[in-house]
Nanobody
């Protein structure tokens, strides 16, 4: 079982990047998939996820309207399209997969929880001001 993330890089404020994460050894379509990020000195946070049980998508409040998660079952690959990037989006981005539905309930909303079984190696995203 392996997840291979790619697509990170250096971009100016307002720019776009698309992260990819190719899976091998298992079918992504049977798993909840998610993207997480960790900035220097901060805890890892959930960016976006798709639950396999119902296909619902979830986003962190800070990225709603700017980021889009998707998956291509034929390519067994997941993506994170990131638009209107801000310096605070800088960090290492990780893809992850889980057979369950790791969500956390906060103030009436559901967010991606980082208790995933499988993780990619991370890709660096740097947004310059």
């Amino acid at each position: 079982v392996q997840l291979q993330a790619s697509g990170g890089g250096l971009v100016q404020t307002g720019g776009s990047l698309r992260l990819s994460c190719a899976a091998s050894g298992f079918r992504l379509s049977y798993y909840t998939i998610g993207w997480f990020r960790q900035a220097p000195g901060k805890e890892r946070e959930g960016v976006s996820c798709i639950t396999h049980s119902d296909g619902n998508t979830y986003y962190a409040e800070s990225v709603k309207g700017r980021f889009t998660i998707s998956r291509d079952s034929a390519r067994n690959t997941m993506y994170l399209q990131m638009n209107s990037l801000k310096p605070e989006d800088t960090g290492v981005y990780y893809c992850a997969a889980d057979p369950g539905t790791p969500l956390t309930h906060v103030d009436g909303n559901y967010y991606c929880h980082d208790t995933y079984d499988y993780w990619g190696q991370g890709t660096q995203v740097t947004v310059s001001s």
